[in-house]
């Protein structure tokens, strides 16, 4: 169990970061309390049997607070305030995983949007068209992962608007593949199955037999 509340108090250490939360110090107590969780060897369910609340406390890492969503998960296999965080930042979190896309860190979307670089609010109606065409943040993150992927084997530029007019292709929507051909020396190469030999082809289309070591042929990426 610890693993399960360490993993949501990471989750909402991390939303809370993408809400814009300005006290840091509540963002550090998920992390600090996350952390103790992992390393801890006893289950804190078996903790909580034995000594109830006050044994959850931990001085400076677990306050009366985290330790009351410690006990509530214990007790109802949840905490409300993790859920209605994850619901109140429905929509900053389709936002950031869309940046994150396209290589931009949340504390990187943070400073854009402080200098107007980035204009924030114009992401937020087609990523609530986005929630609700995909019914869920999950759904919405693999569809924008999906044309990113795409987007990127083509060096193509998306916006969230490109992930509405793919919708439907979605499922459809392969990376382009990466195809790696043989050259010798900056000449091309080609293998004969009859012969079973490699061949150079010189620029004047001659095919040469390669009599050099097969660990001299340079495999290169073909756009």
């Known amino acids: 169990m610890n693993k399960e509340i360490a993993k949501i108090f990471r989750e909402m250490a991390e939303l809370l970061d993408i809400s814009g939360e300005k006290i840091f110090q509540r963002i550090n107590a998920y992390k600090k309390a996350a952390a103790y969780l992992d390393s801890l ?3 804190v369910s ?4 034995e000594k109830g609340l006050k044994g959850l406390l931990v001085p400076r890492i677990i306050g009366e607070k985290n330790a009351k969503k410690i006990e509530e998960y214990i007790l109802h296999g949840k905490i409300k305030e993790y859920e209605e965080l994850k619901e109140e930042t429905a929509i900053r979190q389709v936002i950031t995983f869309y940046f994150q896309s396209k290589g931009l ?3 990187e979307l943070k400073e854009n949007a402080k200098k107007r670089k980035i204009i924030y609010s114009r992401f937020t109606k087609p990523s609530k068209q986005l929630l609700d065409l995909a019914g869920s943040v999950e759904k919405a993150k693999e569809a924008i992962d999906k044309v990113a992927k795409w987007a990127s ?3 193509l530029d998306y916006a969230i608007e490109t992930v509405f007019k793919k919708w439907l292709e979605l499922d459809n929507l392969k990376p382009k593949e990466i195809v790696k051909k043989p050259f010798y020396r ?3 190469m ?5 012969k079973k030999k490699w061949f150079v082809i010189s620029k004047y289309g001659e095919w040469l037999e390669f009599a050099d070591k097969e660990s001299k042929i340079e495999w290169k990426t073909v756009e």
Not at 190 to 194: D, F, H, N, Q, R
């Open 190 to 194: 080609i293998y004969s199955t009859t």
């Open 153 to 155: 084997t083509r060096k």
């Open 105 to 107: 860190s949340l504390q």
């Open 46 to 49: 078996d903790i909580y049997k």
């Open 186 to 188: 900056g000449d091309p």
């Open 41 to 43: 060897q006893s289950d």
